[in-house]
């Protein structure tokens, strides 16, 4: 860990830096998105802060989950990244080793911070992410498990190294959904196959309509068809 010096010295380079521009603080700001997703996939007991460096007395921009250590926007760097500043500069890291460190209420934490940089590879932000080591597990776990009223999603994923892998699965799957629906008729499986991959969004994937034809047996012309009736379907209900 940097020494109090380099810290110092860091500081003083920041002051003195002139004010930023507006892409990076486009660029902040777009970071900014990520706090409350990553803050929710973590769950309640993992603080994610990010900071600016354009002012370090005034670098919190967005902070989620920031009830423990009591911070808000505006809050100023804490001592600790402050000294991992000179580390991801000199060394052109993209993040910081993991560390542990203690809360404002001495609780133990996990951390890392992730350096935002601008597109001349300047670090102009920084992403914490703090997780609480202290609090109770029960409650660690339950943010990591579906709620009690809340049916879980059961449905894997694909993925896939390829998109012909992608388009494949994604159809199989697609096929034994709807051939296990006992309200769709035979006559009309093909139909909502192609509506179901359609709100799926597979036809989004060039060439998609080619594989899934071939998939189903069935012409070009008709998977456009059926497409068709479904965006019609759904400009009338609009």
Not at 25 to 33: I, S
Not at 73 to 79: K, R, V
Not at 134 to 146: G, I, N, Q, S
Not at 169 to 175: A, G, K, P, S
């Amino acid at each position: 860990m940097p020494d109090e010096s380099g810290a110092a010295l860091l500081t003083e380079q920041f002051k003195r830096k002139k004010q930023f521009n507006q892409q990076d603080r486009q660029l902040l700001a777009a970071y900014a998105h990520m706090v409350d997703g990553l803050a929710d996939m973590f769950g309640r007991h993992c603080e994610i802060v990010l900071h600016t460096l354009e002012d370090l007395d005034d670098s919190v921009i967005k902070v989620a989950n920031g009830a423990g250590n009591g911070r808000t926007s505006g809050a100023p760097l804490t001592e600790q990244v402050l000294a991992i500043l000179p580390q991801l500069e000199q060394q052109q890291l993209s993040h910081s080793p993991a560390y542990f460190t203690q809360g404002r209420l001495g609780g133990p934490m996990k951390s890392s911070t992730l350096a935002v940089r601008n597109l001349e590879g300047e670090v102009i932000g920084l992403l914490c992410i703090n997780l609480d080591l202290a609090a109770p597990f029960h409650e660690f776990m339950a943010d990591f498990l579906p709620k009690p009223v809340e049916a879980p999603d059961n449905s894997l994923d694909n993925f896939s190294n390829n998109v012909e892998e992608l388009v494949t699965l994604t159809v199989e799957r697609t096929i034994d959904e709807i051939n296990a629906d006992p309200d769709v008729a035979n006559n009309a499986k093909n139909k909502q196959i192609v509506i179901s991959l359609f709100e799926k969004g597979i036809f989004d994937i060039k060439d998609a309509i080619a594989m899934v034809s071939d998939k189903l047996n069935i012409s070009k012309h008709t998977v456009y068809l059926y497409i068709r009736q479904k965006k019609r379907d759904e400009d009338d209900i609009a």
